[in-house]
């Protein structure tokens, strides 16, 4: 016990072996630390605070806002936007990049965040989530549109946050991936899973399958072997799980390995994926491939998309990396 590594250590000593890494991304990491407690702590609490049920507004996404949707967005910027470490911020449920005030100074990073992923399961009390990602910034400019919209591959930093029956956090800076809990006695998250790699071979799926009829066929041709099991060509039974949250489907892929797809579908032309880039897509595609898996939309690597805008939409196929790679074939063959 006397030897347990809290998030700040690793990241301190994490920092001294990276040239170019300033104690500012430290600071800055902090800054999201005290938020995301803030949010388990609310989240946590949940009906006895009152904070449940849905707000009766609508996101910049059209989707019903829950209460906590609101309280977290706010609880992330109000924690983030007067410490000096950012320059900017977005955030998933603002229509546009959301600016440091006046009277604060600006630092050398951009912070991207869903403040509360798999929202609509709060009020069944399953696990949801904070996903971050931090991207670098012209100094000394005032961010536009166009400083956002840099490559999954250009992140500085992903993480996110598990609200579940623990709270972790799983981060990324480009050298593995780590998993922290929290240990609500002394308010630390604590070096519980270093090192976390996704095993290779899987023969677990996560995929909504009630779009099934709005699937293009490539991804009908691999759900289709695998409900086949042991008597189609894949030659195994395969298990499938949904738990409509990205941050567990994420958190479970890399503790077992399996497959998660959310794929292109023909539902809404408008929308013909679901999964954010910026705010869902390139973080876990990060700590993902720093895990060893792979990310894709089932025609390119997510990490290598140009962003053409905050919120746009992508399909997403990600996990082990052999079944991603299949999946990839089944699109070129297509
Ligand atoms: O984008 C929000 C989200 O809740 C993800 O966390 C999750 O993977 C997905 O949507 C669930 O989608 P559906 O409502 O189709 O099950």
């Not at 961010?143 to 799983?170: H, I, R, W």
């Not at 976390?196 to 691999?222: D, G, H, L």
């Not at 890399?254 to 023909?266: A, E, I, N, Q, S």
């Amino acid at each position: 016990m006397a030897n347990r590594i809290t998030l700040t250590q690793f990241i301190i000593e994490q920092q001294r072996e990276l040239p170019g890494v300033s104690g500012t991304f430290t600071l800055l990491l902090n800054d999201i630390v005290t938020a995301c407690k803030k949010i388990s702590h609310l989240v946590n609490r949940g009906d006895l605070i009152g904070v449940l049920g849905s707000a009766e507004s609508e996101n910049v996404q059209g989707e019903v806002q829950k209460k906590l949707d609101i309280i977290t967005n706010d609880i992330m910027i109000n924690a983030l936007n007067w410490t000096g470490h950012l320059s900017g911020m977005a955030s998933e449920e603002v229509d546009d990049i959301i600016k440091i005030p006046g009277q604060y100074p600006k630092g050398k990073y951009l912070a991207l965040f869903d403040p509360l992923d798999g929202s609509s399961n709060i009020d069944v009390n399953l696990t949801v989530g904070t996903i971050f990602s931090i991207l670098r910034c012209r100094e000394g400019v005032d961010p536009t549109l166009e400083d956002f919209l840099q490559k999954g591959s250009d992140q500085v930093c992903a993480g996110f946050v598990l609200y579940g029956p623990s709270t972790m956090m799983v981060l990324t800076t480009g050298h593995g991936v780590n998993g922290f809990t929290l240990d609500q006695d002394i308010g630390e998250f604590i070096l519980t899973h270093p090192n976390m790699t996704i095993p290779n071979e899987t023969c677990e799926f996560a995929i909504n399958m009630s779009n099934q009829r709005y699937w293009e066929a490539p991804v009908q041709r691999y759900i289709d072997e695998c409900l086949q099991g042991e008597e189609g060509p894949r030659g195994k039974n395969f298990n499938m799980r949904w738990v409509a949250s990205l941050v567990a489907e994420v958190y479970r892929i890399l503790t077992r390995g399996g497959v998660f797809l959310y794929p292109f579908d023909l539902r809404d032309p408008a929308k013909p994926a679901k999964l954010r880039l910026m705010y869902e897509a390139n973080p876990v595609g990060f700590i993902i491939e720093q895990a060893g898996g792979a990310c894709s939309t089932g025609r390119e690597r997510i990490l290598d998309l140009k962003p053409t805008g905050l919120h746009q939409r992508v399909p997403v196929v990600l996990g082990s990396k052999s079944e991603v790679e299949r999946i990839v074939e089944y699109h070129k063959a297509d």
